[in-house]
């Protein structure tokens, strides 16, 4: 029997913000999109003359920019298909280039919520050959079937027009009408197509679109109404989890209580977890929620919510179209802290409409009714596909050109204002949101290496010259040592460069450390390094450009040095460090003395 083409199904992780971790760097990135096109084709027989495959979790989340692409051509796919989230997408469209470029022959097939046809840039992209709008599976097995009908002959002007695919130079699409039943696309953990063991964690959901439509969000997508899975499959997905040992069931559903039948959902639930085997996790709306469905909730294993306040102020819920009833709203979030669920509240920085003032107001009131609450605050986003993404100018919104997109000014609010505001946040509760993790100095066993040590007073020897681009992980640390790193500017600003040439979504971490005195570290080294650092920019850049913790992003730069040294390089020097970079003191012991923030102690490396 001939070799069925094969179609490649793609996801790439959110990039951690540092390398390493245990046992596995990224948890949770579940090709669950995938899994359901996989199921619909299968469904529909076009196994028969495809095979479908998924990039396995552990290497999608772990290998760098190269080594994807050099996995994805081993693999020789016909079709790959990318699965794109705003902090996946910049990756993804530079991978896809280099597919192209190796073998021009490969199709390239983008869906997700980042495909709309507001985001141009993506569209734009030379390597796109095809891109969904909206809900996927029913287009992508027509895209297959057309494909196998066609019979291998190439060209995109012979596929048949198909409702929601976006082809290169073709006119725009008719749109694709919802699936109508989930049942359909339930469940690719019932047959097989993942596994709930990994990561003890299945994604579940039981509705998709959102009778709310607000207008910084995309949930409701490309659907009009709402439509569920059935109790029976329901049901059949939470046997699965048990039989599979996993500890967390997190609801997808846009808002979990907008369904009519909220009470026979809960009831399911708890019925399904008789044990409280696992924790279920959800969003929801306050307003609504009784002292019975918080009991439920309990019964069920809910231990924490997220609900959305986003703005207390009118005129911004008005312009957001979302409003809020503030007595109603502490009543739910009341009865679920009274039942011991505690609650996760978002508010939303940078709304049009919202003031210093207004914003002021919010974080008051939530410190207010603290023990009500654990705030989070995230920074606007205007998301392709939204109402505020279409009506922006007219809105007066600016925003990044890339992923995250974040607001960068309103009729109302700059960029200086927004940041100060989220340091008020921060100061208010006591907490730093989206915390910057502690260098890591150990090596993460794994399918690709993470780091390359090298030292720059030598020419470089077969044992320390970087590990071949393709074998690099995505989180990479390159260590740099020297006895005199003041007279090593270039050559360390090179190899910083040629890192990141290689594979420019690294999350990288640059450690330098010096042999004799520390000071040889100098704060024009620091300089040299970043500009090189951020010569390019990846999604992490941009989204921790407004975060108030310094200077974050995805490159990080780490002075290493052996505690002793602590007491004789004076605080001028470590202050100066800190501007730029952190600190990690060798062979340091638990002590009483003041470390600043930058400043870590670490056994050894
Ligand atoms: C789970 C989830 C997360 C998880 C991450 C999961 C992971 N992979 O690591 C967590 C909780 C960590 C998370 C975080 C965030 N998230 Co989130 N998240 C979701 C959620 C609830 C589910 C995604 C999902 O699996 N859906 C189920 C699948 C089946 O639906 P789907 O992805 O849309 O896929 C369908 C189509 O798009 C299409 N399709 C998808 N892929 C492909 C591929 C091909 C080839 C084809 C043909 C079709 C196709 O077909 C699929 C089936 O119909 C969605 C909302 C939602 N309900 O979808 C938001 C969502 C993806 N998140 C969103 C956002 C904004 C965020 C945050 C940035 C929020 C914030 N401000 O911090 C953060 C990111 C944090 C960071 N550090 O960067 C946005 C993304 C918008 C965008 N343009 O990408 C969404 C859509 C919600 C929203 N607000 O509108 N999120
Ligand atoms: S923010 Fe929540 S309630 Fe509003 S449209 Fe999105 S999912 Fe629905």
């Not at 199709?107 to 985001?119: A, C, F, W």
């Not at 709930?196 to 997508?221: F, H, I, N, S, V």
């Not at 911004?316 to 679920?336: I, V, Y």
């Not at 003031?355 to 008051?364: A, C, N, P, Q």
């Amino acid at each position: 029997m001939p070799r069925r083409p094969l179609v490649l199904l793609v996801q790439l992780p959110i990039p951690p913000p540092g390398p390493g971790g245990d046992p596995q760097p990224i948890r949770g990135n579940v090709p669950l999109a995938a899994g359901c096109l996989k199921l619909l084709a299968r469904r529909r027989g076009l196994e028969d003359s495809f095979c479908i495959e998924i990039l396995p979790a552990a290497l999608a989340n772990t290998l760098g920019d190269q080594g994807l692409v050099g996995e994805i051509l081993r693999r020789g796919p016909k079709l790959v298909g990318f699965t794109c989230y705003l902090w996946n997408i910049e990756r993804t469209v530079w991978i896809a280039g280099r597919l192209k470029e190796a073998r021009p022959g490969i199709r390239v097939l983008l869906g997700g919520p980042e495909i709309t046809s507001d985001n141009r840039w993506v569209l734009d992209a030379p390597a796109v050959d095809f891109a969904v709008f909206g809900e996927g599976e029913a287009t992508f097995v027509e895209l297959l079937t057309a494909l196998r009908g066609l019979a291998g002959r190439a060209g995109r002007e012979l596929l048949p027009a198909i409702a929601g695919l976006w082809r290169r130079g073709g006119p725009p699409p008719p749109q694709r009408a919802p699936l109508g039943s989930m049942d359909a696309v339930s469940s690719p953990y019932l047959e097989g197509i993942l596994d709930a063991a990994q990561d003890e964690m299945l994604l579940l959901e039981t509705a998709r679109g959102c009778r709310y439509r607000c207008r910084y969000c995309y949930y409701p997508k490309s659907y009009r109404g709402v439509y569920s899975l059935s109790p029976r499959q329901i049901s059949a997905c939470l046997g699965h989890a048990a039989d599979r040992g996993v500890a967390e069931v997190v609801l997808l559903d846009p808002t979990l209580n907008q369904r009519p039948d909220f009470p026979q959902l809960l009831d399911l639930l708890v019925r399904g977890n008789p044990r409280r085997q696992w924790t279920y996790s959800a969003e929801l709306r306050a307003e609504g929620i009784g002292p019975e469905a918080a009991r439920a909730m309990r019964k069920a294993n809910f231990q924490e919510v997220e609900v959305g306040l986003q703005s207390i102020d009118p005129q911004t819920q008005r312009l957001m179209g979302r409003r809020l009833d503030l007595a109603a709203f502490e009543r739910g979030a009341r009865a679920l802290l009274d039942e011991g669920i505690s609650v996760r509240v978002d508010l939303i920085l940078g709304l049009p409409g919202d003031t210093v003032d207004s914003v002021r107001r919010g974080i008051e009131y939530l410190d207010r009714v603290r023990p009500l609450s654990e705030l989070q605050v995230f920074n606007l986003s205007i998301l392709p596909g939204t109402a505020f993404r279409r009506q922006a100018r007219r809105l007066g919104l600016e925003y990044q050109p890339r992923p995250p997109y974040y607001v960068l000014r309103t009729p109302t609010l700059d960029v200086e204002q927004m940041y100060r505001l989220l340091e008020e946040a921060q100061q208010a509760f006591g907490i730093e949101f989206d915390a910057f993790p502690p260098p890591r100095l150990q090596a993460v066993a794994g399918p690709a290496i993470d780091r390359g040590v090298l030292d720059l007073d030598r020419p470089p020897a077969a044992e320390d010259v970087l590990p071949p681009a393709e074998r690099r992980a995505q989180a990479f640390t390159l260590w740099l040592r020297s006895a005199d790193f003041a007279a090593r500017h270039s050559e360390a600003a090179a190899w910083v460069a040629r890192v990141l040439a290689d594979n420019p979504h690294t999350t990288l971490q640059v450690v330098l450390e010096p042999r004799g005195d520390p000071r040889r570290v100098t704060p024009e080294l620091l300089e040299t390094l970043l500009a090189e650092c951020y010569r390019t920019t990846s999604y992490l850049d941009w989204y921790y450009s407004l975060h108030p913790g310094g200077l974050l992003g995805a490159k990080r730069l780490v002075v290493v040095a052996p505690w002793a040294q602590r007491r004789r390089v004076g605080m001028p020097w470590i202050e100066g460090i800190g501007e730029a970079a952190a600190l990690v003191w060798l062979g340091g012991e638990e002590t009483e003395e003041t470390l600043r923030p930058w400043e870590y102690v670490a056994a050894t490396t």
